[in-house]
């Protein structure tokens, strides 16, 4: 079993910046692929950045192409999600998540663990 745990959301204005940290506990953190989701009121859960388990490989869902960096540190059992440039739009609760795979997958269906998400909320 896998323990996920986000932290690092907030308030800020648009134009500004955040980073959020999900931190892994349970099993061999470098064995698996992560990703970050986002739901946001009334909508369904969409995938936003995702990461291979050796960080060799990584994907954007487009509206976040250029502004938008996940990393991770096996070291440390944690990936990131680097937010800059964040729109109104953005605001959302952020899930991190964990595939029992090495290869990023960008399909919510494919992710085995969860994180109990992180509000980010950007102001116009």
């Known amino acids: 079993q896998v323990q996920l745990v986000e932290s690092g959301g907030g308030l800020v204005q648009a134009g500004g910046s955040l980073r959020l940290s999900c931190a892994a506990s349970g099993r061999t953190f470098s064995n698996y692929a992560m990703g970050w989701f986002r739901q946001a009121p009334g909508k369904e859960r969409e995938f936003v950045a995702a990461i291979s388990s050796s960080s060799s490989t990584t994907y954007y869902t487009s509206s976040v192409k250029g502004r938008f960096t996940i990393s991770r540190d096996n070291a440390k059992n944690t990936v990131f999600l680097q937010m800059n440039s964040l729109k109104p739009e953005d605001t959302a609760v952020y899930f991190c998540?964990?595939?029992?795979?090495?290869?990023?997958?960008?399909?919510?269906?494919?992710?085995?663990?969860w994180g109990q998400g992180t509000q980010v909320t950007v102001s116009s």
């Open positions: 998540a964990g595939s029992d795979t090495y290869y990023a997958k960008t399909s919510l269906r494919m992710y085995d663990y």
